[in-house]
């Protein structure tokens, strides 16, 4: 029996193309342009318009067609695509100029008209299809497994991070962004390990990374250290406050171990402001090295008795050489964070942090030593802040306490939340979304934080729990016990 | 021959309240005692404090004559005494393989694979739901989880707190079965506070009756089940 075509599905697509509609709004219809030097806003009408009803219209179709419907989302879809492919012929044939078609109007541009006929041919196949099974016994469709998934969603990120310099469109400024991008991840993972994984709600997370990159800014300009000697020391240091300042706090639960590192944060970005004679204070230190290549320097004119870079492979000075370099420095560092908190899961000292987030009344009780366990996952996660934060120091040749703000903790807590807790493709996704876009945004200024307000609060809309919330567990079946 | 456990003069404190006022107990390896009381008699507390957490500001506790009294709960653990907590406590994100993964923190050196294969020969159920998630199975699986979860490290004496709490009467028999088995089978001793005192007290080699932070009543399973104070105050109506 064909269900009765009924108003929910109707009122359904009306709410989706609302949510669209506003959705749309900033990014559709306004268009933000430069004459001379004021940045101008104009609105594109018809475009927002057509984006809207082609939403709306989608969303009948796939639900009708969704709930069994054949002849209403056959018939939309063939008239969907009719209408797109019509519209893209004028589009591309250069007949639109006269717009006097009265579908363009409606399905204005190449990008619309092609979602439009793929769409409406889409929603047709999957009715028809329907009309064709509909006699058949159903068969249960296996839920696409969840583990396969992630992974090649992670290769594929982990794929496109790799290329993405070597692509001919890639500017300096997107591989600039996407090098923050990945100081983020990195700090995401790291935070991960303490807040995702060991349940601890750690506020003062950029302290660490403040102790990595001045511990190298100070190690750099004092001894004259290469950066590759200098970032493990960074970084175990950055353990070792890590330990320091967990040691007392760390039998503190939730909201105040949260009030507290948030405390402990403030406090160290306020003792490099004040103790002048070591952190120079505001004016922060200046002239850190900066990376090498193996001991070859970024220099266009090495100097007397050195290589450089470019001449070691016998091509022309390039200062994007730098940047790219920078950039396969901090990819290698974050994938490395993923990789050991990928190991660290199945171990036992990381399934004891995961445990103890769980109930901590229960693993004392199983033998864990509450104490050392969070010690080790504050002091490991702050050993990544420390890397991240001496990448951070060799790449801006700059440190001041201005870069070690709360707010730097406030976003990495926001990318681990709202990733979902634990899951590293999660906090990934969370960093591009929330440390990405809002660069592309810059034009907004003060907008733009507004901006990552709104995604925040549309992630826990429609995700409460997280981006992605599954977890994968560590152990798999094993084979059914021999029993008699 | 001393007993595995012993527990003399031992006084709990929860800030000024005096949970336990001089708690005497012995446990000889290979026996289940049974401690039964009325609710806030002090039996979970004893329990806890055997491992512990809270420690007893008065009094000693040996183990396998070894004075624990001042001893971390994390190493009195390691020493073989395992423990199911009051309430299950399971993790219920991790999976079933994986709760089991953290009953083998006190034992390292127990062999995992067999433990499991143990644990699902007495719990079949288990077997079936091991990749599923703690917090997804029914109460009584997750009790099943609790006790198999403490018995991987292969302890010497196991203390269990409740484990027919919120059972129905059959699947409560099984519980107990198993406990005998347990017994039986690996001569694993085992102390165990219960309130439904007539299937405990049958099980039991001996039983003791805590009442107000003290020992008011201790013998054999049967004698106390005889014993018109302990019918009147526990078993009033119960299986008889
Ligand atoms: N953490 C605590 N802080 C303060 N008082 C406590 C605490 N835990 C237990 N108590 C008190 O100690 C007494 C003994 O509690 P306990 O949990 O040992 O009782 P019980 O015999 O296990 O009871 P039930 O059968 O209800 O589980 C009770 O009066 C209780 O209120
Ligand atoms: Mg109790």
């Known amino acids: 029996m064909r269900p009765p075509f009924a108003s ?126 509909r006699d058949s016994v159903p068969v249960a469709r296996k839920p696409l497994p969840m583990k396969q998934l992630l992974l090649w969603t992670g290769v594929a990120l982990a794929g496109v991070a790799i290329v993405l310099p070597l692509l001919p469109a890639v500017d300096r400024r997107l591989i600039d962004v996407a090098t923050l991008v990945l100081t983020y991840v990195m700090l995401g993972w790291g935070l991960n390990i303490v807040v995702g994984l060991a349940g601890l709600l750690d506020l003062g997370y950029v302290a660490f990374y403040a102790v990595g990159a001045y511990s190298y800014a100070l190690l750099s300009v004092t001894f004259g250290w290469s950066f590759w000697v200098c970032l493990p020391l960074a970084g175990a ?78 091509i022309a000075y390039d200062p994007v050489h730098r940047l790219i370099f920078l950039y396969y420095l901090i990819l290698a560092l974050a994938l490395l964070t993923n990789a050991f908190t990928l190991r660290i899961r199945r171990l036992p000292v990381g399934r004891a942090w995961e445990a103890l987030r769980e109930d901590e009344i229960a693993c004392r009780s199983l033998g864990v030593n509450p104490r050392n366990t969070k010690l080790s996952a504050f002091a490991i996660g702050a050993m990544f802040a420390g890397f991240a934060g001496s990448f951070f120091a060799t790449r801006q040749g700059f440190v001041s306490p201005e870069s070690f703000t709360f707010i730097e903790s406030a976003i990495l807590v926001a990318i681990v939340v709202l990733g979902g807790m634990g899951s590293q493709i999660g906090v990934a996704v969370a960093a591009i979304i929330l440390v990405g876009l809002p660069e592309y945004f810059r034009e907004l200024q003060e907008y733009r934080m507004l901006a990552f307000g709104m995604g925040m609060v549309l992630i826990m809309l429609w995700r409460p729990g997280g981006l992605l919330t599954h977890r994968e567990p560590t152990i798999r079946t094993r084979s059914q016990p021999a029993s008699a | 021959m001393t007993p595995l456990l012993k527990v003399s003069g031992v006084r709990t404190f929860y800030g000024a309240i005096e949970a336990l006022r001089g708690v005497d107990i012995e446990v000889a390896e290979g026996e289940i005692v049974t401690l039964i009381g009325s609710n806030g008699a002090g039996k979970s507390t004893l329990l806890m404090t055997i491992c512990g957490n809270p420690q007893a500001r008065a009094g000693e506790i040996r183990f396998a004559d070894r004075d624990i009294t001042r001893f971390r709960t994390w190493d009195i653990v390691r020493l073989g005494i395992a423990q199911t907590p009051e309430g299950r406590r399971i993790f219920p994100r991790m999976t ?51 006790i198999a979860r403490a018995l991987i490290s292969r302890p010497k004496l196991l203390l269990l707190d409740e484990p027919s709490l919120g059972l129905a009467p059959r699947l409560a028999r099984q519980i107990f079965a198993v406990l005998r088995e347990i017994n039986q089978s690996s001569g694993t001793t085992i102390f165990l506070v219960e309130q439904n005192a007539y299937h405990a007290l049958r099980l039991c080699h001996r039983g003791y009756v805590l009442a107000n932070g003290m020992v008011t009543l201790e013998g054999t399973g049967g004698e106390l089940l005889e014993n018109p104070a302990v019918q009147a105050a526990y078993l009033g109506g119960t299986g008889q």
Do not use: C
Request: hydrophobic share 50%.
């Open chain 1, 8 to 133: 929910p599905l109707l009122r359904d697509a009306v709410l989706v193309a609302g949510i669209a509609g506003v959705l749309a709004f900033p990014f559709v219809g306004l268009l933000l342009t430069t004459q001379g030097t004021a940045p101008t806003l104009s609105a594109r009408f018809p475009e927002f318009a057509g984006a809207v009803v082609l939403i709306f219209f989608g969303r009948l179709g796939i639900s009708a067609a969704r709930r069994g419907h054949i002849l209403f989302p056959i018939v939309l879809g063939v008239v969907m695509a009719t209408v797109g492919a019509f519209s893209l012929l004028f589009e591309t044939t250069g007949m639109a100029a006269d717009s006097a078609a009265p579908w363009h109007a409606f399905v204005p541009g190449t990008f619309l008209a092609t979602v439009a006929s793929a769409g409406g041919v889409a929603i047709a196949v999957v009715a028809g299809r329907n009309h064709l099974l």
């Open chain 1, 237 to 314: 240091l950055a353990a070792l406050f890590g330990i320091l300042l967990g040691f007392p706090v760390l039998r503190l639960r939730g909201d105040y171990l949260a009030i507290v590192t948030l405390g402990f944060g403030e406090m160290i970005r306020i003792i490099l402001l004040n103790w002048y004679d070591f952190t120079n204070g505001p004016d922060g230190i200046s002239n850190i090295g900066r990376p090498s290549f193996f001991g070859f320097q970024f220099a266009a004119k090495p100097a007397e008795g050195t290589e450089s870079f470019h001449t070691l492979f016998g």
């Open chain 2, 96 to 146: 079933v393989l994986e709760n089991l993964q953290m009953g083998a923190v006190a034992n390292p050196d127990a062999d995992f694979d067999d433990g499991v294969r143990r644990a699902f020969e007495l719990f079949p159920v288990l077997g079936q739901r091991r990749n599923q998630s703690g917090g997804t199975l029914s109460g009584g699986e997750q009790q099943m989880l609790a």
